[in-house]
């Protein structure tokens, strides 16, 4: 019984760690945290001209 009560509570932790930056939907919240941390290497965050534009990889930091 505590077994299953632990699993239950990591794969909840799991999901409630924030925007995916890796490759996951292109939301506000991802695209924000995407383009501070490329700010911050001195790039900007721009979109791949094939890309569609709703999923993270979609995105490359490029520097200026």
């Given at each position: 019984?505590?077994?299953?009560?632990?699993?239950?509570?990591?794969?909840?932790?799991?999901?409630?760690?924030?925007?995916?930056?890796?490759?996951?939907?292109a939301?506000?919240?991802?695209?924000?945290?995407?383009s501070?941390?490329?700010?911050?290497?001195?790039?900007?965050?721009?979109?791949?001209?094939?890309?569609?534009g709703?999923?993270?990889?979609?995105?490359?930091?490029k520097?200026?």
């Amino acid at each position: 019984m505590a077994s299953i009560f632990l699993i239950s509570l990591s794969s909840c932790a799991s999901s409630a760690g924030g925007p995916d930056v890796t490759g996951g939907v292109a939301s506000y919240d991802a695209l924000k945290s995407a383009s501070s941390a490329c700010a911050a290497k001195g790039g900007e965050l721009v979109r791949s001209p094939e890309g569609s534009g709703k999923r993270m990889t979609d995105y490359a930091c490029k520097r200026k």
